[in-house]
């Protein structure tokens, strides 16, 4: 059956720091893989995507994701983090198995430290 | 500008009262989306609409209702059926046309609706 899995619920990280917010997915044939952000009482919104090609995705705010087919993981990352950074992470995968609906991971919070 | 807005921003709603949530896209999407969302949880999808006039249950529809007479409109109703309806509601857009899933999703900035 098709799976998101973000396993820590939250992640604590200083500012200046890199950061990395983990998932990982359970979907049959080629996923499209996706991160979003959410602020405190406001929508989602698009932060990358991955659907072909390269393994490693840029997108908005600095932000990137990778990839790996090996580890079913697409692991979002910053090389340094900012205050600002501090919100709820959701990473989400469409495939085969969900008739290409989105599936969600239950959010990561991610607190950025001064 | 383009977007996706959802109102009211905060509704209160009495027990056994029907209520209507409101999405509006300006995008030409063609599919839209309501979720579900609860605190320490991700999103649960409500129903969806991939065209006019055709929507889709999702994994949670029991206790709501939707329409989609216009392109631009998806309006969520919760009834009284829905035992626990307090939460925050997320409406969202799409290129859509069925299979195209590598396209994301425009979200509208929530509904908190509460039960007194």
């Known amino acids: 059956a098709q799976s998101v899995a973000q396993p820590e619920d939250q992640v604590n990280v200083a500012e200046g720091n890199p950061l990395t917010v983990k998932c990982t997915y359970s979907?049959?044939?080629?996923?499209?893989l996706f991160w979003y952000v959410q602020y405190p009482n406001r929508g989602l919104q698009f932060l990358l995507k991955y659907i072909t090609g390269d393994n490693l995705v840029k997108g908005s705010y600095g932000f990137e994701a990778e990839f790996n087919k090996s580890q079913t993981s697409f692991h979002l990352k910053k090389p340094s983090a900012l205050v600002s950074d501090s919100a709820l992470y959701f990473c989400a995968v469409s495939g085969l198995d969900s008739n290409y609906q989105l599936i969600w991971g239950a959010g990561t919070k991610l607190i950025i430290k001064p | 500008d383009g977007g996706i807005t959802q109102s009211p921003k905060y509704l209160f709603r009495k027990e056994g009262q029907n209520v209507t949530l409101s999405c509006e896209q300006n995008l030409n999407h063609d599919a839209m989306y309501w979720y579900r969302q609860d605190p320490g949880q991700g999103l649960r999808l409500i129903y969806y609409s991939q065209i006019v006039n055709d929507f889709q249950k999702g994994d949670i529809a029991e206790g709501y209702s939707v329409s989609r007479e216009k392109k631009e409109s998806f309006p969520l109703t919760v009834t009284s059926a829905q035992k626990n309806p307090t939460a925050f509601y997320l409406c969202a857009s799409s290129i859509g046309r069925y299979r195209e899933a590598n396209t994301e999703a425009f979200f509208g900035q929530g509904t908190r609706l509460t039960v007194v």
């Open positions: 979907v049959s044939g080629n996923p499209y």
